[in-house]
């Protein structure tokens, strides 16, 4: 009786076995056909603006390699977590992503509580691009260099003002920073972004601005850039000085990517990773990237994921030095 039971113990579990053998080729057979169906690409800034009309370049031109539409969807709020927590949060299977943003991944996630973490809850797939963030005045201030500015912060403690796009932006960040290391005291004014602080500078209701800028305000003159918030230099704007330029060790990761959820299998990874990289060398992408003055640079999905979780670490001293996080 007792071997009977074991030889019908062991049919069924064949029998199992061989049931679920349809169901694995099938998942392989899904997987070797990715995408199949269309990609949703989510983007946590509004439609419309630079850094919206360079994922929706970029995705128009991966579509050719991938034989099937990408769909940028704006999804904006909380300073890019809403957004970014739609990624976090989706299926690892491919069909959504997006752009998980530096304004969302470094100082909200530490500051407050946001669904999602940024090294855990995802996964990169590549880098295509810098983004610029700089420090800026009028066309007619009378500062010329950063030198200028903090001179005249030293003689003049408070009164020089500056806007930026918020409390925790990485305008904020830095010149709080700088600062600090200067011995130097700068009134913040916060706005909701960058155009705003924009306006405000051009309208001389503050003395310096930070954050994204209006190329062509500058090429006319009515905006002076006076440093770049970047970890190298503008090929657009070569003569311009970085942090480091100046001595500062301020992290400056502003960069434009494409990422997923983790668990993302690595197949699907290599065949976007493939799709936006060929997409980078496309003659419409270069020239749209270039008439947005953004600077083309490519990072894998491994490498992504490093720089993400060394800068994570790197915001989280900063902002316990600045005493907003304990």
Known sequence: MRGSHVKVTFLFVCIAAFSLLPLAAHAQQTDAKFPSHPITFINPVPAGASSDLCFRMISKEAEKF???????INKTGGSFTVGIAAIASSKPD????????HPGMFVPPLTEKVPFHPVNDLREIMQFGIINIAITVKGDSPFKSWKDIVAYARQNPKKLTYGSAGVGSFGHLALEQIARGEKVQFTHIPFKGSPETQVALLGGHVMVGTGDFNYPLIESGEIRLIMLIAEKRSPYYPDVP???DLGYDVPAPTFLNVAGPKGLPDEIVRKLDDAYSKAMK???FIKGMKDLRFTI???????LDEYVAYNYNAFARLLKEQGLIK
Do not use: C, D
């Open 282 to 284: 496309e003659p419409a």
């Open 297 to 303: 640079f490519y990072r894998n999905g491994k490498e």
């Open 94 to 101: 491919g069909y959504t992503i997006g752009y998980a943003g």
């Open 66 to 72: 991938l034989g099937q539409p990408i769909v940028v």
């Open 242 to 244: 970085i942090l480091k």
